[in-house]
């Protein structure tokens, strides 16, 4: 229903009064001009009406109330506003009405905007570009800054060996280890299978399909292994690190822990930075393993190797040191992903959002460390002749 | 109860029974342990009725099945003459919209500012209000619960703990509710703030004509602005009375609580006050002089 329609007029007053709404009319009484009201003005009814309030006809020396049948806070609000406005003197109100509106009259408020305030674009777009540049020194620092604690708890630690939190180490690495081995090895046979599949339909145009073995075996061991498992590692436990400390930040418990005496660093972090190096290479080295039993398995249905003489074939054709280049990487692999998790987990304050961001930002930092670190280990460990 | 069932009420029509809330033999049972067995309480229209208990007896989930965040095991409840346990959505909405909740916490929307907060049920309820009238309704709620306006654009993390009561309670009272729900909204607050919040509370069910269900452990709240106490132990309600006339009853518990050292203090605080507004009799004068240095070694709690 349109609202301009309703400004006065008996036709307008009838639809509303048979939807039960507030309803409003001009009358001139005695050469007075009076604002007549009618009907339930509560928050629920007085809506439509409102617009046709505000811009009436005419100035209302007088409001007649004695219509009203039900009125709230919100209908009393916009009558006493009405009455302010046009200094109209408000008649045959009943005693709530009366109450309510004087109440509220007497609250004087401004205009102050609901919405946080929010500066124009020209200031805005500088601004956060500013706060970009800024907050990427503030995280370079900040990294830095938690990874010297980690160093001065770990410091702490290797004095005071008896205070190591022996218990959370073996829980993080169940719960980064253990717990993961079925999705990553679900995860890496498909990529085996992929891999050897794909790349004997291109090797058989040089009717080369039996360099499937090499292909697969260098690049699970040496590439795809780890990275797979890092960026698993880093949806899986990095985002619960970062999560987990974010709660327990928000609910004080990081405060409670501080002030008891035990460090955060050398009880939250420290075992989940440690499960994560020293799972890493375990995965990586498992997720390596199923990969090239997937890739045995195609080689042994679509291209007529058997299955054991591709694995002895694995062992001829792959040098031992592509097993180190993963090897070494895992570990470093796994140092970022726990670092970006707990490291975003700490910085969490103010509310519940914040939560889902920093848990955000540490996936996806993460991911992205580990995908520049590898394209560096590539060309490294190329130039050491380990290529 | 036979004037609050016969007939449905009008969506825009304040409820005009005597009994806005009715539960009858509720049973809430966690697991294998019984909070409530065969519980009644009647709140009256108008009234400001104090639930107190010691802690774990079940005053939060007595409340939390009221407002039907918690299904009981057995028995009824009536809100408003409408039953929430086999009622029909639709009118369980009409319900909804004629009571307001504050939680312990404040419960607010931490993303939100509180005048968004504000908004959040109008923007529900009322879809047909404009954005204009809807922020001013939301300016005038914020003003009404005692905040300043600038705390309209202020974000939750950004205020005190007495002034997030406060917004959570301009958010309850958004939809200009019938019935007010309280939960502990004196607790964490310090004495001035806390006699302030009470005398808030009294000042609008006065205006706005509310019927305050209200859950506290503070002393002061139940003298000075409770019209009627509900005492809930041994797994129900044991009584529903007037401070003074409770003090009577033979109950350890209640005997307990309200005649230790701080229910005591409480009174005597109350008594104090009620002397002072007669200053000019001699005898009140003296009165209060005596009572205002307590003996050495009493309580001061």
Redesign the interface.
Same mark, same amino acid.
Not at chain 1, 42 to 48: H, Q
Not at chain 1, 107 to 117: F, I, R, Y
């Given at each position: 229903m349109a *609202?301009s329609a309703l400004v006065s007029g008996p036709f307008c007053s009838h639809t509303a009064a048979m939807a039960?709404l507030a309803r409003h009319q001009l009358e001139d009484r005695e050469g007075r001009c009076v604002l007549v009201l009618s009907g339930?003005f509560?928050?629920?009814?007085?809506?439509?009406a /409102? *617009?046709g309030l505000r811009q009436l006809d005419d100035v209302p020396a007088a409001m007649d109330l004695s219509g009203v049948t039900?009125i709230?806070? *919100?209908g009393a609000?916009?009558v006493g506003?009405i009455a302010l406005r046009h200094g109209a003197a408000i008649e045959g109100a009943s005693e709530?009405a009366a109450?309510?509106v004087k *109440?509220?009259q007497a609250?004087?408020?401004?205009?102050?905007?609901? /919405?946080?305030?929010r500066p124009p674009l020209f200031e805005r777009v500088p601004g956060a570009l500013g706060e970009k540049v800024f907050a990427a020194r503030r995280g370079v620092v900040g990294v830095t800054g938690f990874l010297g604690q980690i160093l001065i708890g770990a410091g702490h630690l290797i004095r005071h060996p008896r205070r190591f939190p022996i218990l959370a180490l073996v829980r993080q690495l169940e719960l980064v280890g253990v717990s993961a081995l079925p999705i990553i090895g679900l995860m890496s046979f498909l990529i085996g299978v992929v891999i050897a599949q794909q790349g004997a339909v291109q090797l058989a145009q040089f009717g080369a399909e039996t360099l499937t073995v090499n292909l697969v075996g260098r690049i699970t061991l040496r590439e795809l292994g780890v990275l797979m498992t890092a960026i698993m590692v880093a949806g899986r436990s990095g985002s619960a690190f970062a999560a987990q400390i974010g709660t327990m930040k928000l609910t004080e418990e990081i405060d409670a822990m501080r002030t008891i005496g035990i460090s955060p660093i050398e009880a939250l972090v420290i075992p989940r930075i440690l499960a994560a190096i020293l799972m890493m290479p375990l995965l990586g080295f498992y997720a390596s393993c199923v990969a090239i039993v997937g890739g045995a398995v195609i080689g042994d249905v679509m291209l007529g190797i058997p299955f054991w003489s591709f694995l002895a074939r694995i062992q001829e054709v792959v040098p031992v040191h592509d097993l180190w280049v993963g090897l070494i990487k895992a570990p470093v692999f796994g140092l970022i992903v726990a670092l970006a998790g707990c490291y975003h987990g700490m910085q969490v304050q103010?509310?519940?959002?914040e939560v889902g961001l920093r848990t955000t930002m540490s996936v996806v930092s993460a991911i992205f460390a580990v995908i520049v670190l590898d394209a560096f280990f590539a060309v490294f460990f190329t130039e050491v002749g380990w290529g | 109860m036979s004037e609050d069932t016969p007939r449905r009420l009008g969506r825009h029509e304040r409820y005009r029974g005597e009994h806005p809330i009715v539960v009858s033999g509720l049973v809430n049972c966690f697991g294998e342990q019984t909070v409530h067995e065969n519980l009644d309480l009647t709140v009256r229209r108008g009234e400001i009725l104090g639930v107190v208990g010691g802690s774990g007896t079940g005053k939060s989930v007595l409340m939390r099945s009221i407002i039907g965040l918690q299904t009981p095991d057995e028995g009824d409840i009536h809100v408003f003459g409408q039953s929430l346990t086999e009622g029909d959505p639709e009118e369980v909405v009409g319900v909804r919209n004629r009571w307001g909740v504050l939680f312990q916490g404040g419960a607010l929307f931490s993303t939100l500012t509180v005048g968004e907060n504000v908004e959040v049920p109008l923007k529900k309820f009322y879809p047909d209000l404009s954005a204009q009238l809807r922020h001013e309704i939301a300016r005038y709620k914020v003003r009404l619960s005692g905040l300043p306006e600038e705390a309209v654009n202020k974000y939750p993390a950004e205020l005190s703990g007495g002034m997030r009561k406060r917004a959570g309670l301009a958010r309850a009272l958004a939809l200009d509710p019938e019935l007010l729900f309280l939960d502990e909204p004196t607790a964490g607050l310090d004495p001035i703030g806390a006699a302030a919040f009470d005398r808030l509370t009294l000042e609008l069910k006065r205006t706005l004509g509310l019927t305050v269900f209200l859950i506290t452990h503070d002393l002061d709240t139940l003298h000075e602005i409770c019209d009627r106490v509900a005492v809930l132990a041994d797994r129900r309600v044991i009584a529903v009375d007037t401070v003074p006339r409770l003090m009577e009853l033979d109950h350890p518990w209640i005997q307990e609580y309200f005649n230790g050292p701080r229910g005591r203090a409480a009174l005597t605080a109350q008594a104090l006050d009620e002397l002072r507004r007669h200053m000019d009799l001699p005898a009140a004068a003296h009165a209060v002089k005596v009572l205002d240095k307590p003996p050495i070694g009493s309580d001061k709690a």
């Open positions: *609202a039960g339930p509560r928050g629920s009814t007085v809506g439509p /409102a *617009a039900e709230d806070t *919100a609000w916009l506003d709530r109450r309510l *109440a509220l609250l004087d408020t401004g205009d102050e905007s609901v /919405a946080a305030p103010g509310n519940s959002e | -």
